[in-house]
């Protein structure tokens, strides 16, 4: 009996001691929902990180929108991604930490289109609001036709350590600007000979960033076609109703926006580039004002994004007027939002959240380039760590 009672007491004085000698943040849980836009980057990363801090981070996605709106509830997670600002009930001393940026990509299914498909603002804006109905429309065949100049990039070699393995990536050449640098440009003569295959329109029908900077675009570029200004639903945005329209299908989020394109000849659609690659469709090279046309790359992103304006509360204002080379004129910028250090909320969690913030902004888009972020740098990257330092 004495010999039992004295294991007994050595095995608690052993679990005791393993419990006191445990690190205080292993196995924290920081929970977050929003923009399917940032899931690509978070899923690859999120790992890595974990396995760096030992802390747990949730993100189902599900919008935009609904990461906006479970934010401000105020209780229902430790923090959100958005592809755009509040435009009503923004909760007092938000944090928007500018901390994602890569490009949408108008990824397209089109039997006979192999070599890469051209596209102009107003004939994207022609085809998505419903007056360009088949591949071989003349304003398609236009953009298709003739020299076509588009840019090529600087990179280099950058060796990372990916889940405790040393890789090596290539990235673009960022000056302290953040902006990249056009090493040439290539020229190609293109004459397609376009098929008459209707065109389905692919759109997500949930609140959504992607979908509201996308509208901005077209707004932007082309406002005599599209009349309204950027939307969180694609149908409040569109410039006359779609509804019956039979050559438009919509889908909640960009992954199923995706796998429709993919599904179905003649079907073109918007989302994060990494949904396109996912799903080995092409996207199509979108003209800029500068008359260039330009894939959609964290390169080209970096370029259309540094003439951007940086706000106060670290949101930026981009220029769809402005002539800048190499720009990819559907690059976004994505946020993370926060709280305060003045909020009160769990100090904790908050040093979490900040952590990881810091983890997207400098480790993710080196770690894992293939998912087509840009790695923010120059200005935009000093307002990001300033936002992030009134985290914790």
């Known amino acids: ?43 690859a990363c999120k790992g890595d990180f974990t396995a760096a801090t030992q802390n747990i981070v949730n993100y189902p996605g599900g919008g935009s929108s609904k990461g906006r709106t479970d934010f401000a509830a105020g209780n229902l997670v430790d923090f959100a991604g958005s592809d755009a600002p509040y435009t009503s009930g923004e909760p007092t001393n938000i944090i928007y930490a500018p901390i994602f940026a890569a490009p949408i990509s108008l990824m397209y299914n089109v039997k006979g289109i192999k070599e890469g498909l051209y596209l102009s603002p107003k004939t994207i804006a022609g085809i ?34 990916v889940k405790g393995k040393s890789v090596t990536n290539t990235v673009p050449v960022l000056d302290a600007k953040g902006n990249p640098k056009v ?35 077209l707004h932007g570029t082309a406002p005599s076609i599209w009349t309204k200004p950027g939307a969180a639903t694609f149908t409040a945005s569109t410039p006359k109703s779609i509804a019956g329209a039979f050559n438009f299908q919509g889908q909640s989020g960009s992954a199923a ?22 799903n080995k469709l092409p996207s199509a090279f979108v003209q800029n004002t500068a ?17 951007g304006v940086i706000n106060a509360n670290g949101t930026l204002t981009v220029d769809f007027k402005k ?3 190499g720009a990819y004129s559907l690059g976004t910028a994505s946020y993370g939002l926060a709280y305060p250090a003045a909020s009160k ?10 952590a990881w913030f810091t983890y997207l902004l400098d480790e993710c ?28």
């Open 183 to 217: 090493l040439r440009y290539t020229t190609k003569v293109v004459d397609y000979a376009l098929p008459q295959t209707p065109i389905t329109v692919w759109y997500r029908t949930d609140g959504s960033g992607t979908t509201e900077n996308f509208g901005k675009f």
């Open 128 to 161: 998505f609001s419903g007056q360009i109905t088949v591949w071989n429309d003349p304003a398609i065949d236009k953009d298709n036709t003739g020299t076509r100049k588009t840019p090529v990039f600087a990179t280099k070699k950058v060796t990372t350590k």
């Open 257 to 278: 926006v995706a796998a429709g394109v993919a599904g179905r000849d003649g079907s073109i659609g918007y989302g994060e580039l990494n949904f396109a690659l996912s």
């Open 323 to 325: 002539k800048i080379p």
């Open 1 to 43: 009996m004495k010999s039992r009672l004295s294991l007994a007491v050595s095995l608690l004085t052993v679990t005791a001691l393993i419990a006191g000698t445990s690190p205080a943040s292993a196995a924290g849980t920081i929970n977050g929902s929003g923009a399917t836009f940032a899931a690509p980057l978070i899923d």
């Open 345 to 354: 909320k769990n100090a904790e969690k908050q040093k979490d959240v900040a």
């Open 365 to 392: 888009p080196v770690k894992f380039p293939q998912t087509g972020f840009s790695k923010i740098t120059g200005p935009l990257y000093t307002k990001a760590k300033a936002q992030i330092a009134l985290i914790k």
């Open 291 to 307: 008359g260039e046309f330009v894939e959609p790359t964290a390169a080209g992103t970096s370029a259309f994004l540094g003439g």
